[in-house]
C-alpha cells in the first residue's frame, strides 16, 4: 500500500468516525466511480488503476468494519474480476454483483441483500449514473451521484445523507409507533347488541 492510500486511509477513517449513524454495507459502482474507464474499453492484459481516494476509502471501511459490496452493469465482469485481483482488492467484497442488467442494478440490489441478509435501509450506494441511483433509491437505498469517481467528499457527503435518512426514518417509526399505542385496545371488543330482557 503506498504512502498516498495510507494518507488517504486516515482522512477517510476520519470521516467516518464522525459520524454516530453509519451504514452496515456500502455499495460502489466499478466504471467511473471506483475506477476511471469501462472495462469493455480495455484488456484483461493492462494494469488498473483505482481513482486516487478509492484505495484509501475502501481500506478505511474495511478497518471499521463496515462491509463493502460492488453493483456492476458493465457486460465484461470477466474483465473487471481480473482487474479487481490484480489490485489485491477481491477479498475486500462480501458480495459482487458484475453483469449486465437493463434493471438500472435493482437486481443487483435483491442480489445483495439475499447475499448479505442487510436491510436496504442500512445500505449506502456509489454510481456515476443518475438512472442508477433513481432506481436504487426508490428501493430505500441512500444512493450517491459521484461526478468523478468516489473521493472524500463523495464520502463525507454519502454519510451525511445516510444519517439524515437514517433519522427521519427514526422518527416515523416512533411517531407510527406512538399513534399505534394511543389506539384503543380492539383485541377482545364488548360483544354488540346484547341486550338481555
Known sequence: MGESSEKMKDEALKIIE????????????????LWPFYCECRSKREMPSLYPHAMGILLALKQRGIDIAIASRSPTADIAKAFLNKL??????VAQEIYSSWSHKTDHFQRIHSTTGISFHDMLFFDDENRNIQAVSKMGVTSILVDNGVNLGALSQGLTQFSRNWNTSQKNKQKWLSNYSKKPDTSNPAPSNSTSK
Not at 18 to 33: A, E, G, I, R
Open 18 to 33: 464522525s459520524f454516530q449513524v453509519l451504514p452496515k454495507l456500502v455499495v460502489f459502482d466499478l466504471d467511473y466511480t
Open 88 to 93: 489485491g482488492i477481491t477479498s475486500f467484497f
